[in-house]
């Protein structure tokens, strides 16, 4: 296999790894919320998505100001464990990016559509199965 394709699949191979870090350390923070806090409020998930965020700033600042981190550390703890632990903290990068370009309109745009249409498509998703059932 050439370089390329190796550096590919090793790509993959430690995102996968860092996911399934990430998704276990979600789930175990659930299971802590739902035990500590109870049902009644996603406790467990806000938490999750606060922590997930000041960790990927921190990470974002940490890559882009002192450069040294390779490609596979970024991605293990980036797209890996922090993608496993909460997509949340890659929303608020991507966000965070474009106010910070200067491209207000579009982070609005961005912010407000994510979360508007992905609320609607989580309620379609809910109507199409109930109608089918």
Same mark, same amino acid.
């Given at each position: 296999?050439?370089f390329?394709?190796?550096?590919?699949?090793?790509?993959?191979a430690?995102?996968?790894?860092?996911?399934?870090?990430?998704?276990?350390?979600?789930?175990?923070?659930?299971?802590?919320?739902?035990?500590?806090? %109870?049902?009644?409020?996603?406790? #467990?998930?806000?938490? /999750?998505?606060?922590?997930?965020?000041?960790?990927m !700033? +921190?990470? *974002?600042?940490?890559?882009?100001?002192?450069?040294?981190?390779?490609?596979?550390?970024?991605?293990?703890?980036?797209?890996?464990?922090?993608?496993?632990?909460?997509?949340?903290?890659?929303?608020?990068?991507?966000?965070?990016?474009?106010?910070?370009? %200067?491209?207000?309109?579009?982070? #609005?745009?961005?912010? /407000?559509?994510?979360?508007?249409?992905?609320?609607? !498509? +989580?309620? *379609?998703?809910?109507?199409?199965?109930?109608?089918?059932?």
């Amino acid at each position: 296999m050439n370089f390329l394709g190796s550096n590919l699949v090793a790509g993959f191979a430690i995102v996968f790894l860092g996911g399934g870090i990430g998704a276990a350390t979600r789930h175990g923070f659930n299971l802590l919320g739902l035990r500590m806090m %109870g049902p009644d409020f996603p406790y #467990a998930t806000i938490f /999750i998505n606060i922590t997930g965020s000041i960790v990927m !700033g +921190l990470c *974002a600042a940490y890559f882009a100001f002192k450069g040294d981190a390779t490609q596979h550390l970024r991605l293990f703890m980036t797209t890996g464990i922090l993608g496993g632990y909460t997509t949340f903290s890659a929303f608020s990068l991507d966000a965070a990016l474009l106010y910070e370009r %200067g491209q207000l309109g579009l982070a #609005a745009f961005y912010v /407000i559509g994510s979360v508007v249409i992905s609320i609607a !498509g +989580l309620f *379609a998703g809910l109507a199409i199965v109930r109608n089918l059932t």
